[in-house]
């Protein structure tokens, strides 16, 4: 039996997996699951799944951050990361963090068993075809990265944010940081793009397909 836990901070998502599970296979089980990063931690403790499936988008804390908390308390528990977003947008940095595979949410449906058994019993990464070649990409053979894959996780997610139409209250809000702190970082991303402005900022998001 492989065991799993669901970390989503939206109910009806939960239940979706739990209904894929229960109606796809019989050597699947769910035996937890968490609304929240906190929440998640504290059950880790007490529970030992076999594979972890984390939405990279719950409230309260980035999902790259709660990822790295996990990789840290427990490095041997592989995480399958749930998204909206495609691939290109978050991929290759949760696998560079130590995910083992990352699965948008549209596919679910077709792709949750096929990955959480390629992770858990082959011991290997679930990745698209687009995935792969982005990763292939990131090695950055020529030294030709885009300017985006010169920011931190933590500057990237902000400038995402920023690109949106966020503004600096509500984005140190939701990230748990002082406006200070998002004004710093702002200037850093700034420096290194070569951006002037969040009009700026928004045009390259869109140019590059890093928001909707």
Known sequence: MINIFIAD????????LKKV???????????????GADELM????ELEPDILILEIAMLGKSGLDVLKEVKDSYPDLPVLILSIHPEDRFA???????????????????????????????????????????LVSSMDMNGNKPLHETL????????????????VNEIANELSLSVQTIHTYRFRIKEKMKLKSNVEFTRYALDQNLID
């Open 9 to 16: 901070d939206h109910p009806l998502v939960r239940e979706g």
């Open 21 to 35: 599970v229960k109606q796809s296979t019989i050597d699947i089980d769910v035996i937890g699951e968490a609304s």
């Open 42 to 45: 504290d059950k880790l403790r």
């Open 92 to 134: 290759v940095r949760t696998l560079k963090a130590g995910a083992h595979g990352y699965l948008n949410k549209r596919s679910i449906s077709e792709q949750l068993i096929t990955a959480i058994r390629r992770i858990v019993i082959h011991n290997k990464k679930y990745i698209s075809q687009d995935v792969a070649e982005q």
């Open 152 to 167: 931190s996780d933590r500057e990237y997610q902000i400038m995402c944010m920023i690109a949106s139409g966020k503004e």
